[in-house]
């Protein structure tokens, strides 16, 4: 497992791909709107459509991985 990101983090590693918020939600599967969210702090990413787009964000770490 690799090390988790601060939110910040993972905007500015989104930044440096030239990859967009949204096409990373499309990409993922997720909510566009709560990918924004989840990287500006306004969600925490503890259930939900949240914590999947935190664990795909790498801001949280997979419990399926960590078992």
């Given amino acids: ?10 905007k500015n590693w989104l ?6 918020i949204s096409d990373f939600a ?3 599967d997720l ?3 709560t990918t924004y ?3 500006s702090g ?3 990413g503890y259930r939900g459509k949240a ?4 664990v795909a964000l790498g801001i949280k ?3 399926i991985c960590t078992q």
């Fill in 61 to 63: 770490a997979d419990p």
């Fill in 51 to 54: 914590h999947k787009a935190a």
């Fill in 26 to 28: 499309r990409q993922h």
């Fill in 42 to 44: 306004v969600k925490k």
């Fill in 1 to 10: 497992m690799g090390t988790l990101k601060s939110p910040a983090e993972a």
């Fill in 37 to 39: 969210q989840v990287l």
């Fill in 15 to 20: 930044r440096a791909n030239g990859i967009s």
């Fill in 31 to 33: 909510d566009p709107a």
